[in-house]
């Protein structure tokens, strides 16, 4: 989802009756079950993008999410947009994420101890209000070596750790970007680009996604 844009990251660990959540939030990554050690995690993770100024889409967005996020949740705890026209400036935090050809946003998330031997998903949902939309709608997404700061410019950005998915986005899809462990207790961050003529623009709300 991406009018309230969020990445969601989340994961719910199921043992018996004992039931323990966490979700992170930014423009809309969903959630998945998987199993670690012989128990069932459900996970998810969210995020999307913004530009300035970028033509609206045409037509009406679905009125129901494409994914599930549910128990607690966190929301990104830093966003920086880098710019490739303007690659030495460090444009600073943002409340926005935005992917064009320009500018792409890096997303850090703070994982909590307590998801020590949990398994996480990361999920693009594609929001259903408020967000700013055209071209293909292709972007790729990136885990990066570290987390990003208020001083991380195009530049100096951080090195890719690993290139996770490239895809089409589309009002009311949504995209399993990554599996992974969770690394209990460490600050990690993610990446968004545009590869095509996308341009996409969301504010990111730390509320429940619609």
Excluded at 174 to 194: G, L, Q
Aim: charged share 20%.
């Amino acid at each position: 989802m991406l009018s309230v844009g969020r990445w969601y990251y989340s994961h719910l660990h199921e043992a018996g009756n004992a039931n323990k959540s966490l979700q992170l939030s930014s423009n809309q990554f969903g959630l998945q079950d998987r199993r670690v050690n012989g128990q069932r995690y459900k996970s998810s993770f969210v995020n999307t993008a913004r530009r300035d100024d970028p033509a609206p889409m045409q037509g009406e967005p679905p009125k129901t999410c494409p994914g599930e996020l549910t128990q607690g949740f966190e929301f990104p705890h830093l966003i920086i947009p880098i710019d490739s026209t303007a690659p030495d400036k460090a444009l600073g935090t943002s409340y926005n994420g935005t992917a064009t050809p320009t500018i792409s946003s890096i997303f850090n998330f703070d994982i909590p101890s307590s998801s020590k031997g949990m398994s996480c998903s990361l999920w693009f949902l594609f929001p259903q209000r408020n967000f700013l939309f055209k071209g293909d709608g292709a972007v790729k997404f990136s885990r990066l070596a570290k987390a990003a700061t208020t001083n991380t410019s195009f530049a100096n950005a951080p090195a890719l750790k690993d290139q996770l998915l490239e895809r089409k986005l589309s009002p009311g899809g949504n995209s399993n970007v990554t599996n992974f462990e969770c690394p209990a207790a460490e600050k990690i961050a993610f990446r968004m680009d545009s590869v095509g003529s996308t341009e996409l623009s969301y504010f990111q709300d730390s509320s429940s996604p619609p």
